[in-house]
């Protein structure tokens, strides 16, 4: 069977050229001079846009942060087309500064995915970027002795002044997984999701763990179903925070479910043409998937059309 496209999936197209073999002290110093150079800004967690006539871009010049008295960290994330561009950490408060300025627009990264506000290739950048902020904003302190760490590597790296410890942004790896038996697939839901949807089984992956372990554990404790094979199709980076989800499509072994109402509202076998309703959004009872920019939506319809 040809393997289904991903092509399209949220984040995952990211043009950069990362330059990590060269990530010294000074890169960020020389980079910044020049004129062409680009950065994507996080307030706090919220990315700040310039608008493009119907549209907008996250690539903002560094002369548009000039009004911010205070910024943090400002990583280097690579080159585009020769350019280059920078991740730059602001205060929360930061964001206000802009909200009035009718060139810009200040907006949670999910809603600019989901509403396609940037280009796609640019989601990929600021999935990298709001990721890695996340990381410094977290790890100012070193954990091994609890001394300040500093900024190192282009922001690829924070050491501690104390006891000298080198500290690396982190990924979590999550699988997320598509259980199927047969012409049916199970689908279930937390009670945080928007009403009537229905999605994939997730979970992170433990220390020790292989990606299809994990997929069998998962299902297992969330829906006591027990999984045979296990195939992988994609991988999508999440930065909510900072994860990799690892998409799988799972073979189901037994049928009686016996979910853990403490993760999951509801769970239910659905058969192909009941799935395919709710990718069209007609199903009779309301029920949908996830957007076409999350990974489940891209496993559910990977199995719904074959």
Request: net charge negative; proline share 6%; glycine share 8%.
């Amino acid at each position: 069977m040809a393997q289904p496209s991903a092509r399209g999936l949220g984040f995952t197209e990211n043009r950069l050229v990362r330059h990590s073999a060269e990530r010294d002290a000074g890169l960020v110093e020389r980079y910044a001079r020049d004129e062409s150079a680009r950065t994507i800004a996080i307030a706090g967690d919220i990315p700040i846009l310039r608008r493009n006539g119907g549209s907008a871009t996250s690539l903002l010049r560094l002369s548009d942060l000039a009004r911010v008295p205070e910024r943090r960290e400002q990583a280097f994330l690579g080159t585009l087309s020769g350019a280059p561009v920078f991740a730059t950490l602001l205060d929360a408060g930061a964001a206000e500064l802009f909200t009035d300025d009718a060139d810009f627009l200040t907006l949670d990264l999910r809603s600019i995915a989901v509403q396609g506000l940037v280009p796609p290739d640019e989601l990929g950048i600021l999935a990298e970027g709001k990721a890695l902020l996340f990381w410094h904003a977290r790890h100012r302190f070193c954990p091994n002795c609890g001394g300040p760490t500093r900024f190192a590597c282009a922001g690829f790296r924070r050491d501690c002044a104390a006891c000298g410890v080198q500290h690396f942004p982190r990924t979590d790896p999550v699988a997320i997984m598509l259980v199927t038996r047969g012409e049916f697939c199970l689908l279930a839901r937390q009670a945080r999701f928007v009403a009537k949807s229905y999605s994939c089984l997730a979970g992170f992956i433990e220390p020790g763990e292989t990606i299809e372990d994990a997929v069998r554990r998962e299902t297992f404790e969330e829906a006591g179903i027990a999984v045979g094979e296990v195939r992988y199709l994609a991988s999508q980076p999440w930065p909510f925070p900072s994860s990799l989800m690892i998409g799988c499509h799972a073979q189901a072994l037994t049928e009686a479910i016996l979910l853990d109402r403490d993760e999951l509202e509801d769970g239910r076998w659905f058969s192909k043409a009941e799935v395919r309703l709710m990718l069209a959004r007609e199903h009779p009872e309301g029920l949908i998937t996830p957007p076409p920019i999350a990974i489940a939506h891209f496993l559910i319809r990977s199995w719904a059309e074959g």
